[in-house]
């Protein structure tokens, strides 16, 4: 298409685009169809309304600290025990190496040393009238009852462990939380929210963990990790976990109810706010995105297609598994706003016998097909346009989020049949 403009009086045709940016102009337009139609069909919590146009709210970004300091040097009271005894010894046995180098005898030597480190206050043995003995004895005295002291103290902290922890430790860790914001609230510390924790960890997010149980909240915090004992589902732990200051929730917690209620106390302390949570049932997921949650992760459904794409399309799951190993190419593909994905062309459903071609067609820009794993084995890498798509073959797509409506719609069965290609 030629577009006339003005230039020096003469009209020239603007040069064609190229396939990659056409397809880059027309994914975006069906992005924002995409995002316009669910805006209008869910909750959309946070969103505004500007000339009569609702606009998605858009997440805030989260900040990125240092890790945590939960614990300094001398906040632990073994070590400190273990040092208070390890110097107190070694300025024992030095005091008693220089009065016996003075010319005291060993026993008159040891019971100087341990009257004076001790602070008995009893009369010297031998006379201090020297200014070598008076030197060794004003250094007993100085080094020796900080020793004694420092292990006193020691050994006060080693026997009130708990409470000391629980007075200075929380205190610090609160005080950590509150200098907190754009941070990530996670709900839950079992087996996905501890590999949650460690990745959020890596990449220098700062996020607060809410677990009821003493065990794992213990646990979580002898990783280094902020977190609160205490039920997500009340708000004053929310508040806690500085909710209101928070970019993003994810509530991964066992339980869907739980996962629910969470969401909704936690969408209505922070309308602003990104939540993702887990559920473990299907029937699930409609029940958290109206109860606020902007994405739904099931585990369950997760862990089984991926099994089904190791077994069945295991070229295809190869390819992927070795450049997100060498390259992080997952991770490089997320951040310039793509994802790649393996589907299954059902039985009955519309992709059956249709062209890439009009599957791409169909698809509005949402993504395009860069494989085919059919079902006797044979992969077609960068098929044809007039590649037809069988029953059971495995498609590899190259397309933006937001693209489930339309994948569902193509390569799931119905009732109905849409066009053929």
């Not at 794992?216 to 929310?238: M, P, V």
Request: neutral net charge; hydrophobic residues 40%; charged residues 20%.
């Amino acid at each position: 298409m030629q577009q006339p403009f003005r230039d020096s009086g003469e009209s020239k045709p603007e040069p064609q685009a190229s396939a990659a940016e056409q397809w880059s102009v027309e994914s975006t337009a069906a992005v924002n169809s995409n995002d316009s139609t669910s805006a209008e069909t869910d909750s959309n919590v946070g969103s505004k309304t500007q000339g009569g146009v609702q606009i998605a709210r858009q997440p805030p970004q989260i900040r990125r600290v240092p890790k945590p300091r939960m614990s300094g040097f001398f906040d632990s009271p073994h070590r400190n025990l273990i040092v208070g005894v390890i110097y107190t010894l070694t300025v024992m046995v030095l005091g008693v190496a220089a009065y016996t180098a003075a010319g005291w005898s060993l026993r008159d030597a040891v019971y100087m040393v341990i009257t004076t480190v001790y602070t008995v206050g009893y009369e010297e043995v031998r006379p201090i009238n020297t200014p070598a003995l008076y030197a060794i004895t004003i250094s007993l005295i100085l080094l020796g009852c900080t020793g004694v002291i420092f292990l006193t103290g020691a050994l006060v902290q080693f026997f009130t462990l708990s409470q000391i922890n629980k007075l200075i430790g929380i205190k610090r860790m609160n005080t950590q939380i509150d200098q907190l914001s754009g941070h990530v609230v996670v709900c839950g510390y079992g087996r996905l929210g501890s590999v949650l924790a460690r990745s959020l960890s890596a990449s220098s997010a700062g996020f607060v963990i809410i677990e009821p149980n003493e065990a794992r909240a213990a646990e979580a915090r002898e990783q280094g990790f902020l977190c609160i004992q205490g039920d997500a589902t009340s708000e004053k732990t929310l508040l806690a976990a500085g909710i209101k200051r928070a970019a993003a929730l994810a509530t991964v917690v066992s339980e869907d109810a739980l996962n629910v209620f969470i969401t909704l106390s936690a969408r209505s302390i922070n309308p602003n706010l990104s939540i993702v949570a887990r559920g473990e049932l299907a029937s699930t997921e409609n029940k958290l995105i109206q109860a606020g949650a902007d994405k739904v992760v099931l585990p369950t459904k997760i862990g089984a297609e991926r099994v089904a794409e190791l077994l069945l399309y295991q070229e295809s799951a190869r390819v992927i598994e070795s450049l997100e190993r060498s390259h992080g190419f997952q991770r490089v593909l997320r951040s310039l706003g793509v994802e790649l994905e393996v589907v299954t062309a059902a039985p009955q459903s519309p992709a059956v016998r249709m062209t890439v071609a009009a599957i791409e067609r169909q698809a509005r820009g949402a993504f395009f097909i860069v494989q085919i794993n059919r079902r006797d084995g044979d992969v077609h890498t960068g098929p044809p346009p007039t590649t037809v798509v069988g029953e059971g073959d495995g498609v590899v797509l190259l397309g933006r989020p937001n693209r489930a409506e339309i994948l569902t719609s193509l390569f799931e069965p119905r009732r109905r049949v849409g066009v053929r290609g």
